[in-house]
């Protein structure tokens, strides 16, 4: 939705807030439904108005907050080898420990489940992405369940790959929400921060965030900032910036 700019009026120079749309439309409604004569019709078509103006302001709050989060996030380095196809990969352990901390500090959580699909040997994992300021937005991910080895021959049972499926699909969809890089040649792990987006390093990282969200002082975000080594702060700065400006009136 494009935001427009209204009209300055007089109240609005005097540093009174204007009261916003939504403010408006609940006194309409609660005149109207003090009066007797108000008809039936027209208050339910100012309830339907108000309730699409909360969740256009809801899903406008889950798209900045998402926008926070994602600017919060770097690669994240590979935990794990698959032998079968020579390649490395994050585990969903790894992505949960890293993103959790960060996207939970903005208030999302997320619900994974499944929803049925007409095709043999598919499941179909679900993720409900909430925000507390109440909007949930779904992702979806189809994955094989066929058991079936690189090769084509039977490996797993159907209870297994159903299983395995399900697990893979989240570890698919939790990188996919969060448009989450996966370390690559530039990928040090904590040896110095590439060009761009900060990289991933590991837990001393997360155990950093959190102690610069325990800071409420300049000073306490100067002595934190002294305590970090080079690396840290070439990763922790913009973090660091966003929090002291929070804090620190």
């Keep these: 939705m494009n935001?427009?700019?209204?009209?300055?009026?007089?109240?609005?120079?005097?540093?009174?807030?204007?009261?916003?749309?939504?403010?408006?439309?609940?006194?309409?409604?609660?005149?109207?439904?003090?009066?007797?004569?108000?008809?039936?019709?027209?208050?339910?078509?100012?309830?339907?108005?108000?309730?699409?103006?909360?969740?256009?302001q809801a899903e406008s709050d889950f798209n900045i907050a998402m926008s926070r989060v994602q600017s919060s996030m770097g690669r994240i380095g590979t935990d794990k080898r698959n032998d079968q196809t020579r390649s490395d990969y994050a585990t969903y352990g790894k992505l949960?420990?890293?993103?959790?901390?960060?996207?939970?500090?903005?208030?999302?959580?997320?619900?994974f489940g499944t929803d049925p699909i007409d095709v043999e040997a598919m499941v179909r994992v679900t993720c409900h992405v909430s925000?507390?300021?109440?909007?949930?937005?779904?992702?979806?991910?189809?994955m094989p369940a066929d058991g079936k080895g690189?090769?084509?021959n039977d490996v797993m049972t159907r209870t297994h790959a159903t299983g395995s499926a399900t697990q893979y699909g989240m570890r698919y969809l939790l990188k996919m929400i969060f448009?989450?890089?996966?370390?690559?040649?530039?990928?040090?792990?904590?040896?110095?921060?590439?060009?761009?987006?900060?990289i991933y390093m590991g837990d001393a990282?997360?155990?950093?965030?959190?102690?610069?969200?325990?800071?409420?002082?300049?000073?306490?975000?100067?002595?934190?900032?002294?305590?970090?080594?080079?690396?840290?702060?070439?990763?922790?700065?913009?973090?660091?910036k966003m929090r002291k400006a929070e804090k620190v009136k």
């Design 205 to 240: 990282f997360v155990e950093w965030r959190a102690r610069v969200d325990e800071c409420s002082t300049a000073v306490d975000f100067a002595i934190a900032w002294k305590e970090m080594t080079p690396a840290v702060r070439a990763v922790m700065n913009d973090y660091v």
């Design 131 to 142: 925000h507390t300021a109440g909007f949930t937005r779904k992702y979806s991910i189809d």
């Design 96 to 111: 949960d420990r890293v993103l959790r901390p960060i996207y939970t500090r903005e208030g999302f959580a997320l619900s």
């Design 3 to 56: 935001a427009q700019l209204a009209p300055i009026e007089p109240h609005m120079q005097t540093g009174i807030a204007a009261p916003s749309e939504g403010a408006t439309i609940l006194s309409v409604i609660s005149k109207a439904a003090s009066d007797p004569n108000t008809d039936t019709a027209k208050m339910r078509e100012l309830l339907s108005m108000h309730r699409e103006l909360k969740m256009q």
């Design 150 to 152: 690189a090769k084509g």
């Design 179 to 198: 448009n989450v890089a996966i370390g690559d040649e530039d990928d040090d792990d904590g040896n110095g921060a590439a060009e761009g987006r900060p």
